[in-house]
């Protein structure tokens, strides 16, 4: 089991940045590929980014490629996502997710343990 808590949402204006953080409990964290995925209102679940279990391949969703990245520390079993020039359409509540399959997937079906999300709101 693996219970997963971010934090480091918030309200900026666009062009800022943000740092989330998603703090799991749980032995076999350095095991799991982890990614974060977000939801604005009235639409679906999206993809964000992922990491393996040993943070050696990340992947990005084209809208916020070169603007996150995301980064793990096995040791303080955290997952963070540092999002810069961040933008309106950026506004979305994020989810951090843990998956067994260690590489990190794309599909959130993939993932097998879900946080209940920080909200992230960027002013025009």
């Known amino acids: 089991q693996v219970q997963l808590v971010e934090s480091g949402g918030g309200l900026v204006q666009a062009g800022g940045s943000l740092r989330l953080s998603c703090a799991a409990s749980g032995r076999t964290f350095s095991s799991y590929g982890m990614g974060w995925f977000r939801q604005a209102p009235g639409k679906e679940r999206e993809f964000v980014a992922a990491i393996s279990w040993s943070g050696g391949s990340t992947y990005y969703a084209d809208s916020v490629k070169g603007r996150f990245t995301i980064s793990r520390d096995n040791a303080k079993n955290t997952v963070y996502l540092r999002m810069n020039s961040l933008k309106p359409e950026d506004t979305a509540v994020y989810y951090c997710?843990?998956?067994?399959?260690?590489?990190?997937?794309?599909?959130?079906?993939?993932?097998?343990?879900w946080g209940q999300g920080t909200q992230v709101t960027v002013s025009s």
């Open positions: 997710a843990a998956a067994r399959a260690g590489w990190g997937p794309r599909n959130g079906y993939d993932y097998d343990y």
